[in-house]
């Protein structure tokens, strides 16, 4: 069965192709820069875009996985609806989406376009599974791989403030399962990391992945919200993370069970996450 990846070369969809290899199953892994995908050899790597459906070719495609976020968003909608119908009259027969758990929580103007995505899943005809994570670990790169880097210190505002963040390759093995196996069409999966770990605690936890003592400093959120866009993130989206800080801080968000029920095992750790990122962490020189 061959399977279309889109956003082949992200996050979680090179862990995805990874598994689809190893699985010994065709990989059709689309990117819009194929020359710059370093995808393993034998994934046939194709040229395309999600936001030009029309463009694509569907042919001895029998499973999908689709990552509703790299549709344009304001026509996520119309072009989620010309890429499933597409993809089903071609002979696809499962689709596995990648969105949110803030689907599943209907945070307001986060959920309304994935959720209108998974809306279309479910119309197409096809066997679907939506899998939702929550905190992706992946992101802490960005909002505290520099301090780490260069000065071996995490700085966050509600230092007490719970999350569950969740290794990029949990979420890949959750979709590869729904892509493989038989018996997950219909579900939506929350997922989230196996320990609920306050900020102070993932500092802790990264430090004992890396090997090396990792301090924490909290900062009030105007300090944190300067700290993130100076790390590079726009405005809108340092104000959106700290509004989830703010939420758990308050109410805090639980274990999910979904990840070891589905695979029998518990989740990597933020610990072994960070193990798993040494590199991209490894004190600046």
Do not use: C
Not at 49 to 65: E, H, I
């Amino acid at each position: 069965m061959t399977i279309l990846v889109t956003g082949a070369t992200g996050t979680v969809g090179r862990h995805v192709v990874d598994r689809l290899v190893a699985a010994g199953r065709p990989v059709l892994a689309l990117t819009r820069n194929p020359e710059a995908a370093g995808l393993p050899g034998g994934v046939d790597v194709v040229q395309g875009d999600v936001n030009r459906p029309g463009d694509l070719s569907f042919d001895g495609v029998q499973g999908v996985f689709l990552i509703p976020g790299i549709f344009d968003p304001e026509h996520a909608t119309d072009l989620a609806e010309a890429f499933v119908s597409r993809a089903v009259a071609a002979g696809v027969a499962r689709i596995v989406s990648l969105t949110s758990s803030g689907v599943t929580t209907r945070r307001a103007d986060f959920y309304e376009v994935l959720h209108a995505v998974e809306q279309v899943v479910e119309k197409s005809g096809a066997d679907w599974t939506h899998v939702r994570p929550g905190e992706f670990a992946v992101n802490k790169l960005d909002f505290w791989g520099e301090s780490i880097r260069k000065e071996g210190v995490v700085r966050n505002a509600y230092p007490d403030g719970v999350g569950v963040p969740i290794h990029e390759a949990d979420i890949a093995e959750i979709v590869t399962i729904a892509l493989l196996q038989d018996g997950h069409a219909g579900q939506a999966y929350s997922l989230t990391g196996p320990q609920a770990l306050t900020h102070r605690q993932q500092a802790e936890a990264i430090g004992t992945g890396l090997g090396r003592a990792i301090a924490f400093e909290a900062l009030t959120y105007g300090q944190a919200r300067h700290a993130y866009i100076q790390a590079g993130l726009p405005p809108q989206i340092a104000e959106f993370i700290l509004g989830y800080q703010a939420e758990y801080a308050e109410e805090p968000p639980a274990v999910s069970p979904t990840f070891e029920q589905v695979t029998g095992r518990k989740g990597r750790t933020l610990a072994r996450w960070a193990a798993d990122h040494a590199a991209e962490l490894a004190p600046a020189t």
